[in-house]
Structure formats: structure tokens, C-alpha cells
């Protein structure tokens, strides 16, 4: 019988969480987080992680099973989550996953990019560059060698910046071009159901979010972590500016202004990248899950 991965994807605050729990209960099935920051044990509520009843409602796996000091990149949860695929095709015939993070997602449901070898100096010349001259100078390095890339990765997360401008340097061509080659094909279905709104509507449900976040204590959550503040993981939206405020550099209206705004940024660059999938079927962030449900029941047999 034909196994069938149903891949939900979508900006951030617009309800993935929510209905991947109800379609896995319909499909009596386990849910795979592809979400990359949701990873880690140790960031709950600046992560949107789902909550301790959502998690008691369906089987989650990759949520919180990593810590901030682990070195774990999208090749490891490409290998992880295909062996999860694997175990979890022997009994049920759907599974569902879901996560904003387009290239965790793709990792999965189209697999890696390959890409060739480049000489180690160029990372630590970039890693250099990184500390003396900070992240900006490299976005517009790679504004300026690789547009596309610019425009469609998280260009806040300085591992991705380097990562595609190693290749630009080392290679002469740009990190966008060995993307999206032939690749293994999967030996399961991949179904993509896409969420979204109207812009407006999203960044104020990111808005809200926010709101929320810090109502349920994000500051505290952040002020724990503050000793590790040096870690990539902690490298992210909702955290990086909080720690400018626990710094004394900023006051604390204006970090969660900027918690907004990134995050908003961040949502356009979820959209433009799942809009290059084709085979998304959108449905409206307020479609009835019965429709969503009779959808996905005519595709698979």
C-alpha cells in the first residue's frame, strides 16, 4: 500500500500547530515537527513549541529533543526524520509533518542540495568577517553575489549567510544555482497543504502572538538563557532581541518592536518561499477542517 506524507506548511502564527493535531487524530497517526527552532529543550515560549496538552493529544517527535549546545544542522534531521518516516510507514499509512522551516521541510520531502567541496579558509575568513565587521556586512555581500538567495533564505540566521557565501566565493557561482538538482526520490507520497491569509491578517496574528509571548513570561525565558546568548541556536527572532535588552542596549519596547517586525520579516520569507512550491494545495487559514480533510481523502486512495 502506498504511504503517504502529509507536509503542512505556512508563516509563522497562522494555526500549522493546530491543525496538524487534528489531522493527525483523524488519521489516527504521529506527527513529525519540522520545525527547526523547536528542536531545543531549553526554548519554549519564544518558540511557539506546542503545549504540554497539545503534545498530549497526538505522538510529536523532534519536539525538544536536542539541547542549545548540541551541533545539529538540517543534514542530521534529513537522516533523523527519514529513519522516523521509515518506523513509523510499518504501521500507519499516513504521517503527518509540520514546520515554517522551508529547507527542514524540503530536506525531507525533496532531500539536500549537493554541493561541492570549497577550501575551510573561506568559513573562517566569513566567521571572521562575521565578529569584526557583524551580520549585515555579510547580507550584503550576499545581496550582491547571490540575489535570490538573499530574497529567499533567513538571512538572520548568520550559519545560513556563510553557508551560501562560502559557495558563492569558493565556487564563483551563486549558492541558488546547485539548488533544487535531480535528487533520491522518496519512497512514500508527499502531499503539501499550505495555510495562509491576507498579509495584513498575518502580521497581526504575528503581532498578537508576540503579545502573548511575553504575557507568558518570554523575558524570564530569555533571561535564563542569557549566559548562552553565543550560541547559534540562540541566534533567532524573539531571543537576539531581548538580549539586547538584558545587555542595557535597548529598552524594552523597543525589543519587542523588533521581535515584531523580524518576525513579520521573517513570515514573507516563509511565503516566498513555499510559493515556489507549486504543488501546495493553500487553503485560507479559517478553511473548516472537514474540507481540508476531504481534500487531502481525494488524493489518497
Same mark, same amino acid.
Given at each position: 500500500?502506498?504511504?503517504?506524507?502529509?507536509?503542512?506548511?505556512?508563516?509563522?502564527?497562522?494555526?500549522?500547530?493546530?491543525?496538524?493535531?487534528?489531522?493527525?487524530? $483523524?488519521?489516527?497517526?504521529e506527527i513529525i515537527s519540522a520545525d527547526s527552532r523547536q528542536?531545543?529543550?531549553?526554548? $519554549?515560549i519564544g518558540t511557539a513549541a506546542p503545549t504540554k496538552d497539545e503534545l498530549g493529544t497526538a505522538k510529536h517527535h523532534f519536539? $525538544?529533543?536536542?539541547?542549545?549546545? =548540541?551541533?545539529? +544542522?538540517?543534514?542530521?534531521?534529513?537522516?533523523?526524520?527519514?529513519?522516523?518516516?521509515?518506523?513509523?510507514?510499518?504501521?500507519?499509512?499516513?504521517?503527518?509533518?509540520?514546520?515554517?522551516?522551508g529547507l527542514?521541510?524540503?530536506?525531507?520531502?525533496?532531500?539536500?542540495?549537493?554541493?561541492?567541496?570549497? =577550501?575551510?579558509?573561506?568559513?573562517?575568513?566569513? !566567521?571572521?568577517?562575521?565578529?569584526t565587521k557583524g551580520l549585515p556586512y555579510l547580507q550584503e555581500q550576499l545581496k550582491t553575489l547571490d540575489l535570490e538567495s538573499?530574497?529567499?533564505?533567513?538571512?538572520? !540566521?548568520? $550559519?545560513?549567510?556563510?553557508?551560501?557565501?562560502?559557495?558563492?566565493?569558493?565556487?564563483?557561482?551563486?549558492?541558488?544555482?546547485?539548488l533544487n538538482k535531480d535528487k533520491l526520490k522518496? +519512497?512514500?507520497k508527499i502531499m503539501t497543504i499550505g495555510l495562509t491569509a491576507d498579509r495584513p491578517i498575518i502580521y497581526n496574528r504575528i503581532n498578537q502572538r508576540v503579545d502573548v509571548m511575553m504575557q507568558a513570561g518570554l523575558l524570564k525565558e530569555v533571561e535564563t538563557l542569557l549566559p548562552h546568548q553565543h550560541l547559534n541556536a540562540l541566534n533567532t527572532v524573539g531571543y537576539k532581541e531581548l538580549f539586547h535588552y538584558l545587555n542595557g542596549e535597548w529598552e524594552l519596547d523597543f525589543a519587542i518592536s523588533e521581535i515584531k517586525k523580524n518576525t513579520r520579516r521573517f513570515a514573507k520569507r516563509q511565503l516566498t518561499w513555499f510559493k515556489k512550491n507549486d504543488t501546495i494545495l493553500w487553503f485560507d487559514y479559517l478553511a473548516d477542517t472537514a474540507t481540508i480533510i476531504e481534500s487531502i481523502e481525494y488524493k489518497i486512495p
Open positions: 500500500m502506498t504511504k503517504f506524507l502529509i507536509s503542512i506548511v505556512g508563516p509563522t502564527a497562522i494555526g500549522k500547530t493546530a491543525l496538524s493535531i487534528k489531522l493527525a487524530q $483523524h488519521f489516527n497517526t528542536f531545543f529543550k531549553e526554548m $519554549h519536539i $525538544h529533543h536536542k539541547s542549545i549546545n =548540541d551541533n545539529y +544542522n538540517v543534514g542530521a534531521f534529513e537522516k533523523d526524520a527519514l529513519q522516523c518516516l521509515e518506523t513509523l510507514f510499518k504501521t500507519k499509512d499516513v504521517v503527518i509533518m509540520v514546520g515554517g522551516s527542514y521541510v524540503d530536506a525531507v520531502t525533496k532531500g539536500l542540495d549537493d554541493f561541492p567541496e570549497v =577550501d575551510s579558509q573561506i568559513r573562517e575568513t566569513l !566567521n571572521t568577517d562575521l565578529e538573499y530574497n529567499t533564505m533567513a538571512i538572520d !540566521n548568520p $550559519h545560513r549567510v556563510i553557508r551560501a557565501l562560502e559557495i558563492c566565493i569558493g565556487t564563483g557561482n551563486p549558492y541558488s544555482s546547485f522518496r +519512497n512514500f
